[in-house]
């Protein structure tokens, strides 16, 4: 079977639901299998306008149409169901029997209403279809049946958002921008006019319906323009579930598994409910006429003079006696709708009260909560000031914010009281909620507040009392350095928590919250320490080197040295350095949780100096122990300095220290040889080996001198090129045999080398002389041969390429 088009009668011209025959169509349309994705669109409309012809043409069904030539008569009993050929997604689409006519007569216009109701509850899309020339008209354009319909589906179901088509049949010359507006304006009249019950009054048509407006021209004229314009229709069916798509709301929709057993219940609860009866003649003119009156008291209440100055005023401040004043109001309106409506039927009268009243609270109420707004305003204003004073006082803060919040929740009570409407008891729990709300918010900021300033405050004292200090103590750098540290750290903080701890008392804090602040500023006053400490330890080496300079460069009365020559500079210069290397120990870690450590040993053993040569031997492995970046038994969250930074931080130490140490050296040689009376100790050698008279001559005749020092050059030139001292390691015969063989040639290079130095001397003065004074340039080459030698024997090199310069000429 084509399942395009396949169509059931769903429900008979006798109300019947034909529940078989939905649950075979669910099943060989497979439309159980859609889940949500499908839509429900329903034709309603007067008999023999055509709806069946549309839908044919619309959605590729095939509904039975009238026989034009048989004439006007009813073709469509009850409702039809069928699938919507080729139209995504999958689409059903039901054909109601049409309204007004002859067959059911002119009073039987029950089921009309009920299956307009089970159209607009089950359908997301219902056409209406009307013709052109009824818009305008009441009975003809369905007004009644519409205004029925809203408000029984506001009452027997939740709201759904439908959308209504309202299909415009054989479309005359007039725009359809002109027939939209007036067809639009009559169905918001119906809305407005409906009543509605207490949770729908102000809910505009949209929340229930879109209201969709085409015009189509007329079929048995001009078909094929028709026809197009039925399927540029068709267009918009397609994806009609999509956001933005025809479709209205898809709330509350049913799965497609469910839809059979759904409209089932819902044509029950239609059928089942006598309120779709027209109300009885009396009940209606009752309705109609309380209606009226309630609305004519509205409008009077709406346009009062007093309730419009009374409105105006409480937009700004406060009103004193605001509820006396709107209740006396209120008591006149509603006094005078009962006067008016004493003789009409008490049911309708009562009910219609209570709507005007419901409207009159409702319209008063956004001034009464604006009321409250200034008074809640005003009570917060009132605490905040308050509150001010009493801290200003010296109040403590838990005390003045009790006292505070307990006068104010209490004059905030007294004037809603005063502000309280006798028609209605509303609560105003909510506001004072909020105001209870906002004065512990006020209460929590003016609490962090002060307490960010006591804690700002006892921080202050921690760092003014522990950062110079600490920097004292790291600068003196002791071996008692961080216990003294460490007491000072244990003193300040014990006397700063102490203090902060009574400032907190006063805030009514818990015992764990206190503590954890306190907590913090411990931990704030470590952290000061070794803040300190890094930054100390940052400057380490300006501190080694002063404090070097201090100890060598004055003595213990720390009056300045005076290198004399008796001072004992190596000893001196030990110990300067170990009070340096001490220093650098110091400031290597923070040294606060009392855990002994081995970085002074460590240092002393790889840095200083020492004379034994066991030491020396093992030099390269006691460097060995700053060869890493962390110390032994140290965490590197304590570490300031790390072994390989202290090894260079002590090289650039002694570079930069060693000038100082060679001055003071230079210094007391000075002073030496100034306070000596003995010649020099050259001379003293002289005087001994040759005698006094000998030396004398070798004094008045220079040339003599210079003999015996070109004799001592020559010699040790001989002396460094022979090597004599590594000669006689093997032992002296063969020494002495090498050294026989190699004095010759020794000596035959040595003067080989003076002669290449004379010439080399020569040559560039020759050049430079006149070729008629080349007996003086002669005469002068071999005087600067001469100097040349004489020069070439101070400074000979040995094969190991050695130089060695006189200790006269030194």
Not at 244 to 252: K, N, P, T
Not at 535 to 553: C, N, P, Q, Y
Not at 561 to 572: H, Q, S
Request: aromatic share 8%; net charge negative; charged share 25%.
């Amino acid at each position: 079977m084509d399942q395009d088009g396949y169509s059931l009668q769903l429900i008979d011209g006798d109300g019947a639901f034909n529940f078989t025959g939905i649950e075979h169509f669910t099943k060989i349309t497979k439309m159980g299998d859609c889940g949500l994705s499908y839509a429900v669109v329903s034709i309603m409309g007067p008999q023999s306008s055509g709806k069946s012809t549309l839908l044919n043409h619309l959605f590729g069904t095939n509904f039975r149409e009238m026989d034009a030539f048989r004439g006007r008569s009813q073709t469509t009993k009850g409702i039809w169901l069928a699938k919507c050929a080729k139209i995504e997604p999958f689409t059903v689409v039901m054909d109601l029997e049409g309204t007004d006519g002859r067959e059911r007569g002119e009073d039987d216009t029950t089921f009309e209403k009920q299956s307009a109701l089970f159209a607009l509850a089950v359908s997301d899309i219902v056409l209406i279809n009307m013709w052109c020339h009824d818009i305008g008209r009441e009975q003809a354009a369905n007004k009644p049946l519409l205004k029925t319909v809203f408000q029984v589906m506001m009452r027997l179901f939740s709201p759904r958002k439908t959308t209504l088509l309202f299909v415009i049949r054989d479309k005359t010359k007039t725009p359809l921008e002109n027939l939209e507006p007036v067809l639009r304006e009559d169905i918001q009249k119906i809305w407005d006019n409906v009543p509605k019950p207490e949770a729908h009054k102000e809910t505009p048509l949209s929340e229930f319906f879109n209201v969709e407006v085409v015009a189509l021209s007329s079929y048995e004229e001009k078909e094929e323009l028709f026809k197009e314009q039925v399927a540029t229709l068709r267009q918009r069916f397609y994806h009609s579930i999509a956001p933005g798509g025809l479709a209205g709301d898809r709330r509350g929709v049913v799965p497609a598994s469910g839809f059979s057993f759904s409209a089932q219940q819902i044509w029950k609860v239609i059928k089942d409910n006598k309120d779709l009866d027209l109300p009885a003649h009396k009940v209606m003119v009752a309705t109609v006429r309380c209606e009226e009156i309630a609305n004519e008291n509205f409008a009077c209440f709406s346009t009062d003079e007093e309730w419009l100055q009374l409105e105006e005023v409480v937009q700004n401040s406060i009103v004193p006696g605001f509820g006396k004043k709107v209740s006396a109001i209120l008591d006149k309106c509603l006094t005078g709708y009962d006067t008016e409506v004493f003789f009409f039927d008490e049911a309708v009268r009562t009910s219609k009260r209570q709507q005007l009243e419901s409207k009159l609270l409702h319209l008063v109420n956004p001034s009464y909560q604006t009321m409250l707004g200034h008074i809640r305003s005003k009570i917060l204003d009132d605490f905040k000031g308050s509150l001010d004073k009493a801290l200003e006082s010296g109040e403590g803060f838990a005390s003045a914010a009790l006292d505070c919040t307990k006068s104010c929740m209490k004059k905030f009570d007294k004037d809603c009281e005063d502000a309280t409407i006798e028609q209605v008891d509303w609560d105003t729990s909510k506001i004072r909620d909020k105001l209870r709300r906002d004065i512990d918010a006020h209460l929590a900021s003016v609490r962090s507040a002060k307490i960010s300033q006591l804690n700002a405050l006892y921080e202050g004292q921690l760092n003014k009392a522990l950062a110079e200090p600490v920097e004292a103590l790291l600068d003196a750098a002791a071996d008692d350095t961080w216990s003294s540290i460490r007491n000072l750290l244990q003193r300040e903080t014990e006397s700063a928590t102490s203090g902060f701890a009574s400032a907190l008392a006063t805030f009514d804090l818990d015992q764990a919250t206190i503590d954890k602040m306190i907590v913090r500023l411990k931990e704030y006053g470590r952290s000061v320490v070794e803040s300190k400490a890094r930054e100390e330890a940052g400057r380490v080496l300006i501190h080694m080197k002063d404090r070097f300079s201090t100890l060598f460069s004055r003595d213990a009365d720390s009056m300045p040295r005076i290198w004399t020559g008796k001072e004992d500079i190596k000893a001196i210069t030990k110990d300067a350095r170990s009070a340096s290397l001490k220093l650098l120990s110091v400031m290597a870690a923070t040294r606060l949780d009392d855990e002994s450590d081995k970085i002074a040993e460590t240092l002393s053993l790889a840095l200083m100096d020492t004379s034994n040569s066991a030491v020396k031997n093992r030099s390269i492995q006691t460097m060995d122990l700053l060869a890493s970046s962390s110390w032994q038994e140290v965490p590197a969250t304590t570490t300031l300095i790390t072994p390989v930074q202290c090894k260079n931080l002590w090289r650039q130490f002694k570079a930069e220290t060693e000038y100082t140490v060679t001055q003071a050296i230079s210094a007391q040689e000075a002073n030496k040889r100034n306070n000596s009376s003995l010649p020099p100790p050259w001379a003293i050698a002289a005087i001994l080996l040759l005698g006094f008279n000998e030396f004398m001559t070798l004094l008045r005749n220079p040339l003599y001198l210079g003999v015996i020092f070109v004799v001592f050059l020559v010699g040790k030139a001989i002396w460094v090129q022979l090597d004599i001292p590594g000669e006689f390691r093997n032992g002296a015969l063969p020494g002495l045999l090498s050294l026989s063989t190699k004095f010759l040639p020794t000596v035959m290079n040595i003067l080989k080398k003076l002669a290449e130095e004379g010439q080399r001397a020569a040559a560039p003065q020759a050049q430079r002389k006149q070729e008629d004074d080349e007996s003086e340039a002669y005469r002068n080459g071999i005087h600067s041969n001469a100097t040349s030698s004489t020069s070439s024997s101070v400074t000979s090199s040995s094969d190991r390429g050695l130089e060695y310069t006189s200790p006269l000429t030194q």
